[in-house]
């Protein structure tokens, strides 16, 4: 393992690059602590110190911010608008046929969707900034009761300052897929998911700290061991996939030969990464929202609807919750995987390029083989998905930690992801200059 780190900073190429990428990197985290415009930041910081949780769809995006969010933070917002505009351009491959078409089309359709995904991801950025600064000028960003000081968290009301922090959250998240788009090009792994990892990174220490401060030694040291043995099992199960094999014929043109070699399609258990864990989260805090633009006046008596949706939606600990949280991670896999995998266009490329798979006809009956493969295939890969996204909301009912449970639900996901993505690359790379990579 040294020597193949010491290879990695005598190899110049290499070492500018990921050098390139610690440096996006650290302007990333720097800027993830400059607080917006008009922002008050000792009011933040005592708010923060007595928030628990805040609940539903803010402690995701919080935790793909890195913390910036409740800090309302120049980079507040995070990588998240780029993420939702990326999943709702793929989806709309399904509804519209000219995104179907672009996909299609190669490198240029590709940098159509490209561009529409940017745009998108400003428009996302703008309306998801107005909506943080409504929230936190209500007071109701931090669920702290008796702190006077979370009612006050901006400075100033005016129209012009509103504005500014909208303009300021809105070129943060411009600025972050900036430079995103920069590692890809010009460092090493994926820019976007490499700072999706370093804002789930962050937030680890915190979190282990935290469960040490509030359940002790014994149960900090049970919880390391717990997350080793997670973080092995989500590691055996991302590198589970079902070979399919495919035999292509053998074509004689001119004097030469083409075709004639076998190859297999890889069917991962987990074709869906997080998305579905996502999509779950969202739709669940959809009640908790509307219950709360139904609050009742003071005084009043709120309504049975809003009473059983505050006491079964809201908080993670209920049973009725976490049933739904892990039903609908089951039924979203099965969608995103349907609409990401379709067997038709698998089953006429092979058959367009003379492939096959043994005992199995071509056309149709391929399709429908492959079909009935991946909804194999796919049950054990969404119970996985529910199990560990059910690990934070177990632990935060057993030993009281924060919902932002390092180990497990979409954090150990995209940090087992990236992070096997990223070393097999910078072994790639090794490979291509010595015999012997990174990973033995």
């Known amino acids: 393992m040294f020597k193949a780190v010491a290879r990695i900073v005598r190899t110049p190429d290499l070492r500018r690059k990921i050098g390139f990428t610690l440096g996006i990197i650290a302007l990333f985290r720097l800027g993830s602590f400059i607080p917006a415009p008009f922002v008050d930041f000792g009011n ?3 708010c923060l110190a007595a928030n628990s949780s805040s609940g539903g769809l803010y402690d ?3 935790l793909f911010s890195g913390g910036a ?3 309302l933070s120049v980079f507040a917002l995070g990588i998240m608008p780029y993420i939702t505009a990326s999943i709702i351009v793929q989806l709309l491959r399904v ?3 000219h995104f179907e078409t672009l996909h299609k089309d190669g490198q240029s359709g590709q940098s159509t969707l490209t561009q529409y995904t940017r745009y998108l991801t400003i428009a996302l950025a703008i309306l998801q900034s107005t909506t943080l600064i409504t929230v936190a000028r209500s007071g109701a960003l931090f669920q702290s009761a008796g702190v006077p000081e979370c009612n006050q968290l901006i400075t100033n009301d005016a129209w012009y300052a509103i504005l500014l922090m909208v303009i300021t959250m809105t070129a943060g998240t411009g600025l972050i897929m900036w430079m995103g788009e920069l590692v890809t090009e010009r ?3 994926n820019g976007m998911s490499l700072l999706i990892f370093v804002s789930i990174a ?7 700290w935290g469960i040490y401060l509030s359940s002790g030694l014994e149960i900090f040291t049970l919880v390391l061991l717990m997350g080793i043995l997670i973080m092995g099992a989500v590691v055996f199960v991302e590198q589970s996939q079902r070979r399919i094999p495919v035999q292509y014929a053998k074509r004689m043109v001119g004097r030469r030969t083409y075709g004639g070699n076998n190859t297999y399609i890889p069917i991962k258990v987990n074709m869906a990464g997080v998305i579905p864990v996502i999509f779950a989260s ?3 805090y959809l009640p908790a929202l509307i219950a709360n633009f139904n609050q009742p006046q003071a005084g009043d008596t709120p309504s049975a609807w809003v009473v059983w949706i505050q006491n079964n939606l809201v908080s993670g600990d209920s049973p009725i919750y976490m049933i739904g949280y892990f039903l609908l991670i089951v039924g979203f896999t099965y969608f995103y995987v349907a609409i990401t995998f379709n067997p038709e266009e698998v089953a006429d490329n092979m058959k367009k390029y003379g492939g096959f798979i043994p005992g199995i006809r071509a056309g149709r009956p391929t399709a429908e083989y492959l079909d009935y493969v991946l909804t194999r295939v796919t049950l054990p890969g969404s ?3 529910g199990v560990v996204a059910l690990i934070p909301l177990i632990a935060f009912v057993v030993i009281g930690a924060n919902q932002n449970f390092p180990f497990g639900g979409a954090s150990i996901l995209i940090i087992v992801g990236v992070g096997l993505e990223t070393v097999k690359q910078i072994d790639a790379q090794l490979q291509q200059r010595h015999y012997e990579g990174l990973l033995r």
């Open 44 to 46: 933040v910081q005592l």
């Open 60 to 62: 995701l995006i919080n």
């Open 69 to 71: 969010l409740l800090q």
């Open 95 to 97: 509804v519209i046929p």
């Open 187 to 189: 460092g090493i792994g």
């Open 202 to 208: 962050a937030t680890f220490p915190s979190a282990l």
């Open 282 to 284: 969202s739709l669940l």
């Open 383 to 385: 119970l996985y998905l």
